[in-house]
C-alpha cells in the first residue's frame, strides 16, 4: 500500500497535471480542472499523512526489537532456573494463591501489579503488611494484650482468675518490605518487618495508646546454585516449615491462629541467626546454624540460699543482660515430595545449647565457672490428604530447651552440692506437639482445628546450703513450689478465616475469629487449691491486606 501511494504522488500526478495545463481549451475545462487539482492537492497531503504515520511504526518497531534482542541475550547469558524452586506448588493453597494472582476472574480483565511493587533498576521492592482491627475477649485477666501468657493464666481463687478482660486494639497491624534481585548466579533477598507490640509502658492505655514499634525479623537471603546463606534476625529453625528450609513466614507451619504468642506445642524465636543450607535436589535440603541463646530461668527456679547471687547470670525475665555460654547449635534435614499431586514435607531439627555462671565457692578466694549444655530436637510433618485438606503435626524434646516454648518454663536450675558450699548447673527437660487440620472449601474461606501441649520436667533438690531451714526443697516443680512452676500446657483451638474481598491490584478484606480452651496445671497443689487454671477466649477481627507480589492475598498473614 505504501509503494503505490508513492508511485501516485511522483509519477501519476505530475503527469496528469502537464496535460491539463497544455489543453486551456476552454473556462468549463479550467473550472473542471480546478476542482480536480484541488481534490488531488488533497489526496496527496492525506498521502503523505499515512507515510509518515506508517515510518513512526517502522520506528516504534525498529526499537521493540532492539529490546527484544536485548532481553534475549540477557536471559541467554543468565543461569538456568535453579534447582532450590520447587517443581511444584507445596500445597493446595499455594495452588489456590497463584490462580488467584492471574488476574480477575469475574470480569476476564488482564493481570495488573500491585500498588505495593516499586522496580528499581534491576530490583524489586515489595511493600506488605496489614492494618489490623482486633478484639479479644478472656474469661480470665491474664492482664496482657495480643500476646496470652500461657505460663500464669490466673487461677479462680484469686482477683484476676474472677474477672474477664476485652481489649479492642490495632497494635497487631504489620509492615514488611521484601527487597529481591539477581546478579552474576546470586539470587538476593532482603526483608524487614516490624509491627507495635514492642516494649508498652504501663500507661499505656491511658489517653493515647501509644504502642512502640519492633522489630520482628530483619535478615538478607543469598542463593547460589545448591547453596543458601542467611545471616539477620529471623525465625528459628525449630519452628517448623511447610516446605523446604527456607526462612520466609509463607514457607512456615505456624498455624491460623491470631494469638501474638502462636499457640502452645509449637517451639519458636526469632533471634539473630547465621545459617548455610545445602539443597541436593527437589527433594532433600540440609543445613547448619547458629541462633542467639538465653540462658532463661524466669521466675520459676528456687535458687540455694547461699547463692542467690548467682541469680543475676541468668534471665529471669527482666535482665536482659544475662551471659551466654555459646550460640545455640541447630541442624535441619527437610524432604519435600508430591505423590499424586498431593504435597508431603517432613523435617528433622537437631538442638545443642548450653550455659555458663561463675560463682565462689563457700571457704574460697576464687570465682570458678561452672558449665551445663544440653540438646534435643524436632520431626515434624505436613500432607495434604486431599487438594483442599493438609494435615499438620510436630513434636519437639529437649533438655535444657524450655525457653524455645514461650518462655513457659526455665532452661535450668542451679543445685547444691551435698556440702552446700559449691553449686552446679542443671538442664531442665521439656517437650512439646501439636496436631491440627486446615479445610480451605473455597477460596475464601478457611477453617483450621488445632490440639497442642507443653510439658515441663521437674528438677529439685533440698538446699543443702541452707543451715537455717535444712530440707527446704529448691529448684523447679518440687513439693510447696509455687503454681508457676507448670507440669503440662493444653489448648484447644478453632479458627476461621474469611476473605470478604480481594484484587492484586488493591489488596484484600479479611474477617477472621479464634477461639482456644487452655488448662494449666502445676507440679504442685496446695491443699484446698484448684488442681488447674481454665481459660476461653476468642480473637474476633477485621483486616486489610496491602496488595503484595508474594502471593499473601489469598493465604492469610501469619500471626506473630
Known amino acids: 500500500m505504501k509503494t503505490i501511494y508513492i508511485l501516485f504522488a511522483c509519477v501519476v500526478l505530475p503527469h496528469f497535471l502537464l496535460a491539463q495545463a497544455q489543453n486551456p481549451d476552454s473556462s468549463s475545462n479550467n473550472a473542471s480542472l480546478a476542482a480536480e487539482v484541488k481534490a488531488l492537492r488533497e489526496a496527496l497531503l492525506q498521502t503523505q499523512k499515512q ?8 520506528e516504534a518497531l525498529k526499537v521493540n526489537s532492539s529490546r527484544n534482542a536485548e532481553a534475549g541475550s540477557a536471559a541467554a547469558s543468565s543461569p538456568a532456573p535453579s534447582s532450590l524452586e520447587p517443581t511444584v506448588p507445596f500445597s493446595s493453597a499455594n495452588v489456590q494463591q497463584a490462580s ?7 470480569t476476564g480483565k488482564p493481570q495488573e501489579s500491585p500498588l505495593g511493587s516499586i522496580k528499581l533498576g534491576d530490583a524489586v521492592l515489595d511493600l506488605g503488611g496489614f492494618v489490623d482491627f482486633e478484639n479479644i475477649f478472656r474469661t480470665t485477666n491474664t492482664q496482657s494484650n495480643l500476646a496470652t501468657p500461657f505460663g500464669t493464666i490466673p487461677y479462680n481463687n484469686t482477683p484476676q482468675g474472677r474477672v474477664t478482660e476485652l481489649r479492642t486494639t490495632a497494635q497487631f497491624s504489620r509492615l514488611s518490605l521484601k527487597v529481591t534481585d539477581s546478579f552474576k548466579g546470586n539470587h538476593v533477598i532482603g526483608y524487614v518487618e516490624g509491627d507495635f507490640s514492642g516494649n508498652d509502658a504501663p500507661n499505656v492505655y491511658q489517653s493515647v495508646s501509644g504502642h512502640t514499634y519492633r522489630l520482628r525479623l530483619y535478615f538478607g537471603d543469598l542463593k547460589r546454585g545448591k547453596w543458601e546463606f542467611l545471616g539477620g534476625q529471623t525465625w528459628s529453625w525449630l519452628t517448623p516449615n511447610r516446605n523446604g528450609i527456607g526462612p520466609m513466614p509463607a514457607d512456615l507451619a505456624i498455624t491460623y491462629n491470631e494469638d501474638q504468642n502462636l499457640g502452645i506445642g509449637i517451639p519458636y524465636t526469632r533471634a539473630a541467626e547465621f545459617r ?20 532463661f530461668i524466669g521466675s520459676y527456679v528456687a535458687l540455694p540460699a547461699a547463692f542467690t547471687s548467682i541469680g543475676s547470670q541468668f534471665d529471669n525475665g527482666a535482665q536482659i543482660g544475662a551471659p551466654n555460654y555459646f550460640p545455640d547449635l541447630l541442624s535441619k534435614v527437610t524432604y519435600d515430595r508430591d505423590f499424586a499431586g498431593r504435597h508431603f514435607h517432613a523435617e528433622a531439627t537437631g538442638l545443642f545449647t548450653g550455659a555458663h555462671a561463675s560463682v565462689k565457692p563457700i571457704g574460697q578466694d576464687s570465682f570458678r565457672t561452672r558449665t551445663a549444655v544440653g540438646g534435643g530436637g524436632q520431626v515434624a510433618a505436613n500432607y495434604d490428604l486431599t487438594p483442599k485438606l493438609t494435615l499438620l503435626a510436630n513434636a519437639f524434646w529437649s533438655n535444657g530447651g524450655a525457653h524455645y516454648l514461650v518462655a513457659t518454663g526455665p532452661q535450668l536450675v542451679v543445685r547444691p552440692n551435698a556440702a552446700g558450699n559449691d553449686v552446679r548447673l542443671s538442664m531442665v527437660h521439656a517437650g512439646a506437639g501439636s496436631a491440627g487440620l486446615e479445610w480451605r472449601p473455597s477460596e475464601k474461606d478457611a477453617f483450621a482445628v488445632y490440639y497442642a501441649a507443653d510439658y515441663f520436667g521437674r528438677n529439685f533438690f533440698p538446699d543443702t546450703s541452707d543451715t537455717a531451714n535444712p530440707g527446704t526443697i529448691i529448684g523447679f516443680g518440687g513439693p510447696g513450689s509455687p503454681n508457676t512452676n507448670n507440669r503440662a500446657i493444653q489448648q484447644v483451638t478453632l479458627d476461621w478465616l474469611k476473605t470478604l474481598w480481594k484484587n492484586r491490584r488493591y489488596g484484600a478484606l479479611q474477617f477472621y475469629t479464634q477461639y482456644s480452651y487452655l488448662t494449666r496445671a502445676p507440679w504442685y497443689v496446695a ?3 484448684p488442681k488447674d487454671a481454665h481459660l476461653s477466649m476468642v480473637y474476633l477481627g477485621f483486616r486489610y491486606n496491602l496488595p503484595t507480589t508474594s502471593g499473601t492475598l489469598l493465604r492469610l498473614p501469619y500471626p506473630d
Not at 100 to 106: R, V
Open 276 to 295: 548455610v543450607s545445602y539443597h541436593a535436589n527437589n527433594h532433600w535440603a540440609m543445613g547448619v546454624g547458629i541462633e542467639g541463646a538465653n540462658q
Open 100 to 106: 488467584s494472582l492471574q488476574g480477575d476472574q469475574e
Open 527 to 529: 491443699p484446698g487449691s
Open 51 to 58: 507515510m509518515a504515520a506508517q515510518q513512526d511504526e517502522i
